[in-house]
């Protein structure tokens, strides 16, 4: 009996680093099956999404995900189109979907929306991004990036630099690696520092640094985690201006970075890293969204089957 | 030779009661199948669907009884976006949807719209809800629900509320229960009761009564179907909130109910029937929702087989 | 081991006539083939598609397709509501979609859009149109129509009518035509005749004459290729309604058409042929739309099997 099966995923912080290894270990095997045999794990089975807010990438990834193990894909990716907006309520539209399909993939605005759906579905619920903080399914993809890339989690500096208040994507990967010995940097401008409310939680389990400047940290790290700077977050477009020059991941900066650090990205990117970068051996955020596909399969094929795979 | 092979499905009227018992054998046999032997009945056949008019859960439900059985599906959900946009006929674009599937489900505004796609299609043509009246696989849906919850639909007092003007899903389901041996009661604020000129070919087959007050028949009915009351419809607001307060079924209403009266409702609900009443045996709008996947599929399976299934 | 195994089809230009043939050979083997059978040759195969310009037509043709060879499809139809639009370079839309599925279609409005893409694309690109010219899946169909109608295409006598300044499919259709030993009329309003600098490399291979009056060629013509006008084209309407009228396809021009000359359209028609001729036997427009289906099924089916099928 696998303790995943029928189970919810509402957030990180659920997951203690037993199952993160475990979710690891079965999307190793993912990998490693033959196309045909991985087919076999969702044969038939049916994901249902609810995104009420929109994120393709997400929805597709996802989608890809349940293709590559059999199964199919059907459901809203557009809230604005469907009964919604004749006035449904939140927990009606979950609790249809539900019954159309074996499990439920939902994305919202509102923090615990997931677990409110839960409460009503008939199938097990996947937060794929919630609220402010919440976004299980990519902190599980970005650790997993990092121990297949780095061999290992434990022992490495990770600076994650960018837009630190508003990405729900990095408070779900602070969460994520409080579960391993790690050094982490927090880089941001000023205006866009990590929210002390939700790192109060964070400081129990994880050490972490915060600074304004990429200098001062780029030659001791393994990992930079980068992340996008929205320019409406700015008040003056001249603050803009001057943060988004000096985070850009050049070429330049890749020089006095360590010979194996690894840059990751969530994605899209604007112009947080430069397009020279993609092709050098420290770029590794299309093997991190490759790896989306398969921590995702791999975690549909442990909810959806009683016995694992 | 099973006689549904390849056949059109246009009205509800058009059904005898062999057929409609004959789909709920159907259905009855696809809920107690094998989820891999189900998908055996329509394995790689393709359903297309045409919405002229969006209905996100009728499509939903559509695409998941097609999966169910093994089929996939593929469309035009949102026809604003497609080449009709550019002028082309409805004949056309039925024309070619029929090409790429082996079965063509259409909503439309219009009435008769199906009729004419059969005119032109290559393939079976399934109404999925068409001008004011006509929703056969609703109706289906409805009754199979009456029959497996209540174990027959002979001798029942049946009350149907709400707006029974502009709902086509009433129509459909009154020339459905002409059938069979039914008391309805119609209850409807007096601007939205049921249309007269519709009524003229109901009455022929049908006993019904009409009314606008639900207390007076809320003790004798076996069967409460409640539909959604649009604010739209009310020239003034003051009319539309007398209306709503006095239909709404909640706790209150409910302990007037026959002990064993069920509750249905075609869904989108919005305030119509309060959420506490959900949890109760009476409520029986979800599984309302899944049998209409059922029927769909069982539907989907007899006019794409030539020997049933 | 197949040529076109992995291949990318950017334009029609690229593919020489035993290619082209080796197209039709396969489109054949798989119109011959049992359903079942066919579903093996891309079985569990994810086709991605990135439309960057809307085309339900095209899009629903490529997946129809897949699904006839066992194939899924997944992808993003209305760029509009993508990530593209948080500013993400095509690169990188591209770069992810291409991880998340086999083979990648790709519609957009540029020129060299296509190769663009494949150099960053992990899979094969197949080019669904792009700027002005290219549309090299609709010219292996229009081919195919010809060859499979006429039994032939060399010594065919082949007009061309209506906006031949504007439509890509038209200067891809030359361009796969001068493969063949044929003569072309090519037909249309003054203002909308082909583009000089465009015929100077189609001059080359392919003879053909210009004219603004389909009356002074109707007779001898074996094909004739129906293209739309636009309203929006012509400066003022007189102008466009003028035009409009001549070049209607209808009854009374039937009668001045060699008897078994064929009618061709890539669709969406407005008006250009009348309703009228749909029944007729020189009517292969429908016939041109089901080809267009089993080409591409079969292109896709020799791009992702090593051994072709």
New interface residues.
């Given amino acids: 009996m696998n303790e995943f099966y029928q189970k919810d995923i509402f957030s990180i912080k659920d997951l203690p680093k037993e199952q993160l290894e475990k979710i690891f270990t079965f999307t190793d095997k993912i990998m490693q099956l033959d196309?045909?045999d991985r087919?076999e794990i969702c044969?038939?089975k049916?994901l249902?999404y609810l995104f009420f807010e929109?994120s393709?990438?997400t929805r597709?990834?996802f989608?890809?995900a349940m293709?590559?193990i059999?199964g199919?894909?059907?459901?809203?990716?557009?809230i604005s189109?469907?009964?919604?907006q004749?006035?449904?309520?939140l927990?009606?539209?979950v609790?249809?979907?539900s019954?159309?399909?074996d499990v439920l993939v939902l994305r919202h605005t509102l923090d615990g929306s997931s677990r409110f759906a839960a409460e009503v579905s008939e199938k097990p619920v996947i937060n794929a991004g919630s609220g402010t903080e919440e976004h299980p399914t990519q902190a599980i993809q970005d650790l997993f990036t990092i121990k297949k890339e780095k061999k290992k989690i434990d022992g490495l500096k990770i600076g994650i630099i960018g837009d630190l208040k508003y990405g729900r994507t990095v408070y779900s990967l602070l969460h994520g690696l409080g579960n391993y010995d790690v050094d982490v940097r927090l880089i941001s401008p000023e205006s866009l520092r990590i929210r002390s409310d939700s790192t109060y939680e964070i400081k129990k389990k994880l050490n972490f640094t915060e600074s304004t400047s990429l200098d001062e940290h780029i030659d001791e790290l393994d990992v930079l985690y980068v992340t996008?700077i929205q320019k409406e977050r700015f008040p003056d477009e001249e603050e803009y201006l001057k943060v988004k020059g000096s985070y850009v991941v050049g070429l330049d900066l890749l020089k006095q970075m360590k010979d194996d650090c690894i840059i990751l990205h969530p994605?899209?990117?604007?112009d947080e890293i430069s397009?020279e970068i993609d092709n050098t051996k420290n770029a590794k955020y299309?093997e991190q969204?490759?790896y989306g596909?398969h921590t995702r399969a791999a975690l549909l094929g442990l909810i959806l089957n009683e016995n694992g795979f």
Avoid: C, Q, W
């Fill in positions: 196309p045909s087919r044969k038939g049916t249902g929109p393709t990438r597709l990834s989608d890809a293709a590559s059999g199919n894909s059907l459901g809203i990716s557009d189109s469907s009964s919604t004749k006035g449904e309520s927990a009606d539209t609790k249809i979907m019954i159309y399909s996008r994605l899209p990117r604007i397009p299309f969204a490759e596909k």
